[in-house]
């Protein structure tokens, strides 16, 4: 996170504090910077315990991926179909006759196309050629998970800026437009995109009980 973006984190503490817990535009922005900072702490203390991540819809392969050593484990799974495909603990080392790295991005394209995968089944050692298509998937992530997706998300960034373009409340209602852009190192690429969430607040108005997210992700993959 840039200079200029730790400062008015700081300085939005320091107004939630003083101005009390009610959630504003304010404490929506500090709650933006603490996601994308990786801050843990800071985001849970937002967030409802009933709460809960809706993500827009996709089409990939359904699942969501954590890389360690020379592999993508499987950590959720979203499809319908999930027996027959992955599980939580699979792991991938290989799509499209590629060998998956930290920069791997998960294949998407039209609903029914066929990726080539190559994993072991988890708690088995003996590798599967498995061809998989790719679905729509809508999935959700509840608190555990949220948190557990912004810290290893948050990893992948050297830096990165916020550009909130607007912040409607109403009600129990937050609309949030921004514009976030990041790098991966000193003076890297920069990988930019746009998103629009629907914050949903519980009856005071004081915590987070669902996120709602429309941004399309072709935007952001297609940078790679």
Not at 108 to 122: E, M, R, W
Not at 132 to 159: C, G, M
Not at 182 to 207: A, M
């Amino acid at each position: 996170m840039s200079m200029k973006f730790r400062f008015i984190h700081a300085i939005l503490l320091v107004c939630s504090f003083l101005f009390g817990k009610k959630i504003n535009k304010d404490r929506i922005t500090d709650f933006l910077i603490s996601k994308y900072s990786g801050d843990t702490l800071e985001v849970k203390s937002y967030l409802a315990e009933n709460f809960y991540n809706q993500h827009a819809p996709v089409i990939g392969l359904g699942i969501n991926v954590a890389y360690k050593d020379d592999h993508l484990l499987v950590v959720d799974n979203f499809r319908k179909d999930s027996t027959d495909f992955f599980r939580r603990g699979d792991r991938i080392y290989e799509i499209n006759n590629k060998i998956v790295s930290e920069e791997t991005i998960l294949p998407t394209g039209t609903i029914g196309s066929l990726q080539k995968v190559i994993l072991t089944k988890f708690q088995d050692s003996s590798f599967s050629v498995v061809n998989v298509p790719l679905v729509e998937v809508y999935y959700k992530e509840k608190k555990r998970e949220f948190l557990e997706s912004i810290a290893l998300y948050s990893e992948n960034w050297y830096d990165f800026d916020i550009d909130i373009e607007e912040i409607v409340i109403q009600k129990d209602k937050i609309v949030l437009n921004y514009r976030w852009e990041g790098s991966k190192e000193n003076n890297g690429q920069i990988f930019i995109f746009h998103s629009v969430e629907i914050i949903s607040l519980n009856r005071k108005k004081d915590k987070i009980k669902k996120i709602q997210t429309f941004w399309t992700e072709d935007l952001f993959k297609n940078q790679f």
